[in-house]
């Protein structure tokens, strides 16, 4: 006869051994498909060196698949009869882009792989990181082995995303609400150190907006006029092509480009982060590291949870 005491022992360990078996890990693919990473890192030097602008498009996918459900793949998913596709949401429709290179980079994975064996959700969380590299910025160890999700929903994009027009309290309790505190917040809005904004993102604060650098302001209006050049681009600091602080040196001057943006400091609680990661890159680069690792461990699909899809744009 089993004690109680052996088996609390050994249903804690088959719990342990379980929790263990579908928890992401840096060493996933390793047996099942060790050219899976160089072949996903390959494809995104490319696009990048191709387009600059890509890498941040490539960040932006991983970041709005996560806040919408967890990061499983569904932002990557096209309508169908049974939903509507999240990039139609607000925070999506006309801005996600860089699709074509997630499709390449799945075609190269499965053929070096022989199989479809990496998840379209664990592909976005690699490029994600592997254009900030390309960009000049920190590496760090992505956990892997999410599946991808079969389902998709326009609706829930639209409440749960970030909005350009957030203010401070607003974004800590959006990020609150996703398990992140105000140092991810913090950090994760550094991504915004590469890539372009639409003038109609960003308008408002331009031409309305106290907080702001007159001299700032009347650059930006200069490609952003008051109605018309909705799609105009503007970069959110000076070296949008490269990994860098130039963004929270431009908080500090009150030359963010978004209301989102300028609230990190504004006389609130997230002032001193900001002038912290202004003044120190190494700090910027762990904490924005390590805040990758938690974004991207936002309710993954493990274990026999979702599927491995064969085309990143429709459930198999």
Avoid at 180 to 187: E, I, P, Q, S, T
Avoid at 244 to 258: C, H, I, P, Q, S
Wanted: charged share 20%; glycine share 6%.
């Amino acid at each position: 006869m089993v004690s109680p005491t052996n088996f609390l022992l050994h249903a804690f360990l088959w719990l342990a051994l379980a929790a263990t078996a579908f928890s992401l890990s840096p060493n996933f693919y390793h047996n099942v498909c060790p050219q899976a990473l160089p072949a996903i890192k390959r494809v995104v030097e490319a696009a990048v060196h191709k387009e600059r602008r890509m890498g941040a498009s490539l960040l932006r996918l991983h970041f709005h698949d996560c806040f919408v459900n967890g990061c499983d793949g569904s932002l990557l998913l096209d309508s169908t009869s049974s939903f509507e596709t999240e990039k139609n949401a607000r925070g999506n429709l006309n801005s996600v882009r860089g699709f074509e290179v997630v499709d390449q980079i799945k075609a190269e994975v499965d053929r070096v792989c022989r199989r479809p064996v990496v998840s379209c959700a664990d592909i976005l969380a690699v490029a994600a990181r592997d254009s900030v590299v390309a960009l000049g910025g920190p590496t760090w160890k992505v956990r892997l082995g999410r599946r991808d999700s079969t389902t998709a929903s326009r609706t829930l994009a639209d409440s749960v995303l970030p909005s350009a027009s957030m203010d401070l309290p607003a974004l800590i309790n959006n990020f609150k609400n996703q398990g992140l505190n105000k140092r991810d917040l913090v950090a994760l809005s550094g991504g915004h150190t590469i890539g372009l904004s639409q003038c109609v993102i960003f308008r408002n604060r331009i031409y309305n907006a106290t907080n702001i650098d007159p001299a700032f302001a009347k650059e930006r209006r200069a490609t952003c006029p008051r109605t018309g050049g909705n799609t105009n681009l503007a970069p959110f600091d000076p070296t949008p092509a490269r990994f860098d602080t130039a963004y929270f040196k431009n908080l500090v001057k009150e030359r963010g480009l978004l209301t989102s943006d300028q609230t990190l400091f504004s006389g609130g609680s997230t002032d001193k982060l900001v002038e912290t990661y202004s003044k120190n890159p190494d700090a910027f680069w762990v904490d924005f590291g390590n805040s990758m690792i938690r974004m991207g461990n936002i309710k993954p699909l493990t274990g026999k949870q979702g599927q491995i899809r064969v085309n990143c744009r429709k459930v198999n």
